[in-house]
């Protein structure tokens, strides 16, 4: 007797080793990526490390921590059968929802976001593994046949109430990665140009709406576009742009002081000074720049562009519509995450604050990469549950 696979999927033997069923050079990319950024987070976080005042290691064991149990997360998520991941859309979707108005309430307030419930000593971002929720929860909305204007807009209004609820708090980065997730995951279904060409007008005529009305406060307009001013411009919009604007110039000095070889890992004279802001989550990319120099921060955006390829590679290869969707929503989200986050450090893009996956420090940020990791391994593994009998 013989079990056919589906469309993309492959016989696999009873005697293949377990390893088929994994993709290696993905789960390796990961590990050496979030290895690096252990090892990132550790020196913008370890103080001066004195003989009277030894290293601070509080940041890198948490960190830590918090791979090693995002990845026990991600493994379970690719283990888990796709049917209890779709039955569960409509729960999580609506939980999701309901943590999102309630941190608008009971939130705590960081930086002027009120984008986190604090427990403890621990804080949880649910923004961070809302994002997972809305890839499936469109890549549910957008497999299948065609999609229709019907299906389209259904999509968009699932996207646009967390969407909404994010901008309240108010989370920018977040809300971009949430835009980029949802267009990306749009143009990849099976849409027609003609509905494509229709949300690229709206979008554009949203955007212009949203930069003359008074949804956004100024200061936010000024943090959009502070990175395109010189400094008269920007000492004419007000303290905040001026805050915004020195920041990024601090991590431009830092990568700048790195040159080619870096000056050397826990060496970094703006690290080690502080003098860049946020410097173990945000700006986290200038650490890199400034102690790894070009060269190792060149090796960790190598690192990621592996990571895109194999994500896109399983993608292609999906046995079904539902995965390749997911797996094209959780690519579209590291690209854009990592784009933004490199070139905000070193001032080819806004000051928006968008974590940089599995190195930034940050458990919520850690937890919903590994999942995401886990989400496409799990698509990988199904193009091989077919075996030769």
């Given at each position: 007797?013989?079990?056919?696979?589906?469309?993309?999927?492959?016989?696999?033997?009873?005697?293949?080793?377990?390893?088929?069923?994994?993709?290696?050079?993905?789960?390796?990319?990961?590990?050496?990526?979030?290895?690096?950024?252990?090892?990132?987070?550790?020196?913008?976080?370890?103080?001066?490390?004195?003989?009277?005042?030894?290293?601070?290691?509080?940041?890198?064991?948490?960190?830590?921590?918090?791979?090693?149990?995002?990845?026990?997360?991600?493994?379970?998520?690719?283990?888990?059968?796709?049917?209890?991941?779709?039955?569960?859309?409509?729960?999580?979707?609506?939980?999701?929802?309901?943590?999102?108005?309630?941190?608008?309430?009971?939130?705590?307030?960081?930086?002027?976001?009120?984008?986190?419930?604090?427990?403890?000593?621990?804080?949880?971002?649910?923004?961070?593994?809302?994002?997972?929720?809305?890839?499936?929860?469109?890549?549910?909305?957008?497999?299948?046949?065609?999609?229709?204007?019907?299906?389209?807009?259904?999509?968009?209004?699932?996207?646009?109430?967390?969407?909404?609820?994010?901008l309240l708090q108010p989370?920018?980065?977040?809300?971009?990665?949430?835009?980029?997730?949802?267009?990306?995951?749009?143009?990849?279904?099976?849409?027609?140009?003609?509905?494509?060409?229709?949300?690229?007008?709206?979008?554009?005529?949203?955007?212009?709406?949203?930069?003359?009305?008074?949804?956004?406060?100024?200061?936010?307009?000024?943090?959009?576009?502070?990175?395109?001013?010189?400094?008269?411009?920007?000492?004419?919009?007000?303290?905040?742009?001026?805050?915004?604007?020195?920041?990024?110039?601090?991590?431009?000095?830092?990568?700048?002081?790195?040159?080619?070889?870096?000056?050397?890992?826990?060496?970094?004279?703006?690290?080690?000074?502080?003098?860049?802001?946020?410097?173990?989550?945000?700006?986290?990319?200038?650490?890199?720049?400034?102690?790894?120099?070009?060269?190792?921060?060149?090796?960790?955006?190598?690192?990621?562009?592996?990571?895109?390829?194999?994500?896109?590679?399983?993608?292609?290869?999906?046995?079904?519509?539902?995965?390749?969707?997911?797996?094209?929503?959780?690519?579209?989200?590291?690209?854009?995450?990592?784009?933004?986050?490199?070139?905000?450090?070193?001032?080819?893009m806004p000051v928006t604050?968008?974590?940089?996956?599995?190195?930034?420090?940050?458990?919520?940020?850690?937890?919903?990469?590994?999942?995401?990791?886990?989400?496409?391994?799990?698509?990988?593994?199904?193009?091989?549950?077919?075996?030769?009998?």
């Amino acid at each position: 007797m013989t079990t056919f696979p589906a469309a993309g999927g492959r016989f696999r033997e009873e005697r293949d080793p377990w390893w088929f069923v994994v993709d290696p050079l993905l789960i390796l990319s990961v590990m050496a990526i979030t290895a690096m950024g252990a090892l990132l987070v550790y020196s913008a976080t370890r103080g001066p490390a004195t003989e009277l005042d030894p290293a601070d290691t509080s940041f890198l064991t948490r960190q830590v921590f918090f791979a090693v149990v995002g990845a026990s997360f991600g493994l379970f998520a690719a283990l888990v059968n796709i049917e209890r991941i779709r039955s569960l859309v409509s729960v999580a979707y609506i939980s999701t929802l309901g943590l999102l108005f309630g941190i608008l309430l009971f939130g705590a307030n960081i930086n002027g976001t009120q984008a986190w419930y604090r427990f403890g000593g621990f804080t949880f971002q649910p923004s961070e593994p809302g994002k997972l929720v809305l890839i499936v929860t469109l890549a549910t909305v957008f497999s299948g046949d065609r999609v229709g204007f019907q299906r389209m807009a259904a999509g968009l209004l699932l996207a646009s109430v967390p969407i909404g609820l994010v901008l309240l708090q108010p989370d920018l980065g977040t809300v971009l990665v949430y835009i980029v997730v949802t267009a990306v995951m749009i143009m990849m279904s099976n849409v027609s140009m003609r509905l494509i060409l229709l949300l690229v007008l709206a979008a554009i005529t949203a955007i212009t709406a949203i930069f003359t009305s008074d949804v956004l406060e100024d200061y936010q307009k000024d943090r959009l576009t502070v990175f395109v001013l010189d400094d008269e411009a920007v000492a004419e919009l007000g303290a905040d742009a001026v805050r915004v604007a020195y920041n990024a110039e601090q991590s431009q000095i830092a990568i700048g002081n790195g040159g080619l070889t870096g000056t050397g890992l826990f060496q970094g004279t703006q690290t080690s000074s502080n003098l860049v802001p946020e410097q173990q989550t945000d700006f986290i990319f200038s650490v890199a720049g400034e102690e790894l120099g070009f060269r190792g921060a060149a090796i960790l955006l190598v690192l990621f562009a592996v990571v895109v390829v194999r994500i896109w590679r399983v993608a292609v290869r999906a046995s079904d519509e539902f995965d390749r969707l997911m797996a094209v929503g959780v690519m579209s989200m590291f690209v854009f995450q990592v784009f933004q986050s490199a070139g905000m450090t070193m001032g080819m893009m806004p000051v928006t604050g968008i974590p940089m996956p599995f190195v930034s420090y940050g458990g919520s940020s850690m937890l919903t990469s590994m999942i995401a990791i886990g989400l496409v391994l799990g698509v990988y593994r199904r193009r091989f549950d077919y075996v030769r009998a």
